[in-house]
């Protein structure tokens, strides 16, 4: 798990990881966004080092608090699912991203889905700055 407190309204922060439009601007580590980033939706991501291969995912939210990204596949041999939350915190705002991995590939050699090749903690750091940036506009 990765978190940060980050100097800007948690509707900002929201914004920041939902606006499509907006995820191949700043260093979000995504280089192309298909779908919309709704409860419910289905999104595939293009990210930075992965070439022409993408992940799918499956969109799960209350708005602007808890996000979910599930990409799997099937028979059970990979999940990943990566959770977002913030919660407001006296004119800031918390963040915390996690990832959580299980399967049969998993469990025999390690195998994940990658959500994206950067690292969680370089992603935090990269919403913390755009959305601090944005925050002050």
């Keep these: 798990m990765h978190s940060a407190l980050i100097n800007a309204r948690t509707s900002t922060v929201w914004a920041v990881l939902t606006d499509t439009g907006d995820l ?3 260093e979000s580590g ?6 919309e980033l709704r409860n419910g939706g289905r999104v ?4 930075t080092g992965t070439g022409r291969r993408s992940v799918r ?4 939210q209350v708005p602007g608090r808890v996000m979910t ?24 705002t918390r963040f915390h ?4 991995h299980s399967g049969l590939l998993h469990r025999l050699g390690g195998h994940t889905l990658h959500l994206s090749d950067r690292p969680l903690a370089d ?3 990269s919403v913390k700055k755009r ?3 944005l925050d002050r506009l």
Excluded at 30 to 35: E, F, L, P, S
Excluded at 57 to 60: H, L
């Design 44 to 47: 595939r991501f293009h990210t």
């Design 123 to 125: 992603f935090v750091k």
């Design 24 to 26: 191949t601007v700043w």
């Design 131 to 133: 959305a601090e940036l």
């Design 57 to 60: 995912v499956r969109v799960q």
């Design 97 to 100: 991203v996690k990832d959580e």
């Design 69 to 92: 990204w599930t990409a799997s596949l099937p028979l059970g041999l990979s999940k990943t699912i990566r959770t977002f939350t913030l919660a407001p915190a006296e004119g800031k």
């Design 30 to 35: 995504i280089t192309a966004v298909d779908g």
